[in-house]
């Protein structure tokens, strides 16, 4: 059963976002990790990059092939987690711990679209058990 944070917001493509006013910290979920296996390289985005809700924010490379991270809302990158540069393995010990960017939001209220820890929770539990079918 994947771990879900309860304060965060999150996608249905498995992004968190924590969000703080006008700043936001993104990452992926437990769910993302587990699925994606040992995650080998981060490819962050550049600082003072802008990003539309929905944009692809970045790569994460695992032993099964690479997968987009996605923005989960629209903002201007203003720091990378450089320790992921060096160990890209943080995510998978700890993904909620382990941003990949934090952004200035240009509109903080289109985090009302995103999903409570609530909904995401069940979305995992739905996914999962399709799984085990």
Not at 23 to 37: E, F, I, R, S
Request: with cysteine; charged share 35%; glycine share 8%.
């Amino acid at each position: 059963m994947a771990k879900v944070q309860k304060d965060l917001k999150y996608t249905e493509n498995h992004e968190w976002a924590k969000i703080e006013g006008k700043t936001m910290k993104v990452g992926v979920t437990d769910y993302a990790q587990h699925a994606m296996g040992d995650i080998v390289y981060v490819e962050l985005p550049d600082t003072g990059a802008d990003f539309r809700a929905g944009e692809d924010l970045c790569v994460i490379e695992s032993v099964k092939g690479a997968n987009d991270v996605y923005s989960p809302l629209s903002g201007k990158v203003t720091e990378v987690n450089s320790e992921l540069e060096d160990s890209p393995e943080l995510i998978n010990s700890d993904p909620y711990g382990s941003w990949i960017a934090e952004m200035e939001l240009s509109d903080p209220s289109e985090g009302d679209k995103l999903l409570d820890g609530e909904a995401y929770e069940k979305l995992c539990e739905k996914l999962e058990a399709e799984e085990g079918e």
